[in-house]
């Protein structure tokens, strides 16, 4: 899917469209924090293996695209922890303090 806006400057001669042909749908799913820090953008494709998308950390696949209970665990088990456990400690409360996880 394609938008029906672009954005440039009043005037221009061309308006490039970049990802026209493109037709892959994505699913993005961002980590944040309830004071609103971005911790991590997780974007997946559809597909079975690593060779439907670019080899980058945060690209990712599944079959349908969707966020599965596989893809979520990556963030979750290596940016969500650590960051839970690092700020745990730096307020001083002990690693077992609960903490509550949105989805």
């Known amino acids: 899917p394609v938008?029906?806006?672009?954005?440039?400057?009043?005037g221009s001669k061309q308006v490039a469209i970049t990802g026209i042909d493109d037709k892959r749908q994505i699913t993005v799913v961002l980590v944040c924090t309830a004071s609103g820090h971005l911790l991590y953008a997780q974007v997946l494709y559809q597909g079975t293996t690593d060779r439907c998308h670019a080899k980058v950390e945060f690209l990712y696949h599944s079959p349908s695209h969707w966020s599965t209970q596989d893809t979520v665990q990556h963030p979750i088990n290596n940016i969500l922890y650590p960051y839970?456990?690092?700020?745990?400690?730096?307020l001083g409360l002990p690693k077992i303090a609960e903490s509550a996880i949105g989805f």
């Open 3 to 10: 938008s029906d806006w672009t954005l440039e400057r009043e």
């Open 84 to 90: 839970l456990w690092k700020t745990k400690e730096e």
